[in-house]
């Protein structure tokens, strides 16, 4: 069931990528210090070879693979090159993508990043696309619409690990839910009735510990801090108790530093996928 070769929605497509391939999103981040590490420049041709490495390690094998545009971005329109092929290649392997973008914005602005990510005849265009919402979650709207449209999928932060997150997620709006509560009801909202889950995802940080939100969206779950950032797989279900089993946890260094060896990455990431199938089992 590749990507490329299915109009079936998002939601339904990470789903079966997660039962076939293992519960598992590996980042695409080339940090400097990831590509000193590897022995390569911190240059477009570095850049080039940590990318094409790492597509060709793990892309036919894991479920998502999830670039981060910005470390792409630094290099300007080589480095934009490089992400293009990534992301076809990586489809083309069978690895559903999550572009991590993380675009918000207004009008015809939000719909121009939509058409960037979530428009198939994009040469960017993505399985899916983190957006956020703190302009409102009807700033999402064109995204939203976009990526219906496409069979994509896009995921709003909701709870993420960082601490100055809380300042805004965790505010109480005016009915007294938290900011993050009243945007996890809106994607509840945009998932209803989807089989066997919908294709509006919350971006959720695994390193929480309980989230102490209604995570029941009806949509997957992107877990980010797995591995560098200091969450194990043992701790899903203690963050996102009854809605584990529609988690996607995010491992990017905790994979990565196992580079250039290939063999190294495929072990470290089958490790990981293994070790969340097991915490996520019985719950």
Known sequence: MSPLETTAPFGARLRHAMDTRGP????IDPHASLLT?????????GLERFTRTTVEALADRVAVLKPQSAFF??????GIAVLEKAVEEARAA???VIMDAKRGDIGSTMAAYAATYLDKD???FSDAVTV????????LRPALDAAAVSGAGVFVLALTSNPEGAEVQRSTAADGRSLAQVMLDHMAVENAGAEPMGSVGA???ATLGDAGVNLDINGPLLAPGIGAQGATPADLPGVFGPAVGNVVPSVSRGVLRHGPDVAALRESATRFADEVRAAVSGV
């Open 24 to 27: 598992l999103c590996v980042g």
């Open 37 to 45: 590490a590897w022995g390569l420049g911190d240059d477009i041709a």
């Open 73 to 78: 971005e630094r290099f300007g329109s080589r």
């Open 94 to 96: 069978g690895a559903l």
């Open 122 to 124: 994009s040469p960017l």
């Open 132 to 139: 956020s919402p703190y302009l409102g979650f009807g700033s």
């Open 203 to 205: 971006v959720v940080g």
